[in-house]
């Protein structure tokens, strides 16, 4: 264990914080994270609020305050005056010395309090590598580590986002895990835990959430192994609890924050976010995001417009990014910017948009976007030959690519980034070579529009696995196939305009073992975290060997949760979740890869993922919410 309070020491309020902090921060970098008091920041009154909740990104502060996710929360539950919530985020390296030393708890930026103090703790984890910092969280806290060691006394430690679609890695450390969009069940949870008696046992609190649909108590479920090793089942020591935890979605997306906080720091995304469309119908076979945020929901193209028109002033932001997975596959996209160019037109107001897909970027949206900054046009074809685009269910072809290109070089854009992945199922020297050869295409076609101020910024990122894809039964390529590939294009991509970018192997093997991993897991983040890990996602403080002993203190193979082909009937520790997309369609579309064989955008015709059945309920109930699958548009028709 890293903490080094006293329980005595833990005896503090705001006023005792601040005065430790004013000595701190004066010796630590960028004490702007720790201070909060930003514009937009929501303080209540603690003692005419029912329960009181600390929403925590395990991150610093300028990463975390980029994520919509938290401002979402954050605003929804400040908009109740019933609950208050409070941000924190992990202090970096210098600012956590300094506390340690001076025995400060991490606390909530809004009213300095400890967050031992709050009745909940809500964790965002939208990605593996923030796990030991999260348990640094806890233990800068003073909350136990482990969920069977924390009491009635303590707040409960719950959890949602990406990651948490296959929660086992770390539940043991969970009190509850929100299992799909918190905006559809936080305030539902807040209001069952308020209606309970104030003293009531942690027990009753758990059985209670257990009710819920989409809560998943990992104290209810004790796992189970076959003598290889692999997963076998989960047992339930509570018959109360469901078998099986559906994911809850909302039917229709709420309203935006409108009065988001105003970071006085620089953070990552220095504008305001705005979601326009949730979900995606392509079908990525790589694409975890893609199946876990089925189905598509989209905004109106007059609410956007009307939430610009109060993010812009409320904020004081010059630049809007308009948010989705593929953004230029919103049904309204042109419509909208043309629309955004005439009613913000003389104001210097410029949006952003996601990387696009090739094969959704026509002339139309590129002549609506030329009027705005052209800082860079991202692409993303993922893989480099038609072969393997067919296999990951990216059929565009390199005409496609290259003519897409041209128009962007056209129009005034100097800058084209595109993103591919190498490690891709049954991918040869030749697809990595073809990312080199693309690239060298794709500026030269920039020359010949441009001249010599084209530039090509090549991004290539390793592919991992991930729960609940077509490619959940592959293997990570082992880390010496991967250090080859990225040593040839790092020969191959170079020369004036071009510019490469890569993710180390041992980063990649780190991000396949919890991705895919049991709750064996926890033992190894446990581990890892005790020995020093955290910031794992920073190249500079990742420390691969503390990984590597963590798993051998475990007793446990690393390569038995990155390289091990799954057998197509083996039982997976996330089966218990269902994200409305049935495994057999993942394991038919799975065959499909291996043919070579592409699906189309469902949009246009149903595969029968199962999203359809399992909210069934939920889109009678939005009739008129056009959730972009060809099914429900027959039934609104028919309504």
Known sequence: MLAIFTNEQFMIDSDQITKKLRKILPTV??????????????????????????LIFPEIYDLGMSNLGLMVLYDLINRSPRYLAERAFVPWIDMEDAMRTAGLPLYSLESKRPLIDFDVLAFSLPYESLYTNFLNALDLSEVPLYSSDRDDSHPLVIAGGHSTFNPEPIAPFLDAVVIGEGEEIILEILDTLAGLPDRARKSRKLNSLSALGGVYIPAFYQ?????????????????????????????????????????????????????IMRGCTRGCRFCHAGIVTRPVRERSKEEILAAMEALIPNTGYS???????????????????????????????????????????????????????????TLAPEAATERLRAIINKPISDQQLLDTAREIYSRGWHTIKLYFMIGHPSETQEDVQAIADLSKRVLAV?????????????????????????????????????????????????????????????????????????????????????NGARFDAWQEHFDFDTW?????????????????????????????????????????????????KTRPDCRDECFACGILPAYNALRHEYPGELWLCPEVSRLIKKS
């Open 29 to 54: 970098t960028v004490p702007g994270r720790y201070t909060g008091g930003e514009y937009n920041q929501i303080r209540k009154n603690w003692d005419e609020v029912e329960l009181r909740v600390g």
């Open 446 to 530: 920039g020359k010949e529009e441009s001249g010599n101020k084209a530039k090509v910024h090549t991004s290539v990122s390793t592919f991992v696995p991930k729960p609940h894809t077509p490619f959940q039964w592959v293997g990570v390529a082992s880390r010496d196939d991967i250090q080859d590939k990225i040593d040839l294009l790092q020969n191959e991509v170079r020369g004036k305009g071009l510019k490469l970018n890569w993710n180390a192997p041992k980063e990649t093997h780190f991000e396949a073992w919890l991705s895919r991993g049991d709750r064996r897991l926890s033992t190894v983040i446990y581990h890892a975290w005790a």
């Open 223 to 275: 796992p189970n192994y076959r003598a290889d090793g692999t997963f076998s089942h989960l047992r339930r020591n509570n018959t109360a609890a469901p078998e099986i935890i559906l994911k809850r979605i909302i039917g229709k997306l709420p309203p935006p924050p409108l009065n988001p906080i105003v970071p006085y720091v620089d953070t990552v995304h220095n504008r305001a976010p705005l979601e």
């Open 548 to 596: 590597l002993q963590a798993f051998d203190e475990a007793g446990l193979d690393p390569d038995f949760y990155s390289t091990r082909e799954r057998a197509e009937d083996e039982d997976f520790p996330w089966d218990h979740i269902n994200i409305g997309v049935k495994k057999s369609f993942l394991l038919q579309d799975y065959h499909l890869s291996q043919e070579g």
């Open 319 to 377: 630049e809007i990014g308009l948010l989705s997975l593929s953004s230029s596959d919103y049904t309204q996209i042109i419509p909208l910017i043309k629309a955004i160019n005439e009613r913000f037109s003389g104001q210097n107001i410029n949006i952003s948009l996601p990387s696009l897909r090739i094969e959704s970027v026509s002339v139309d949206l590129m002549d609506a976007l030329a009027g705005k900054r052209r800082s860079g046009f």
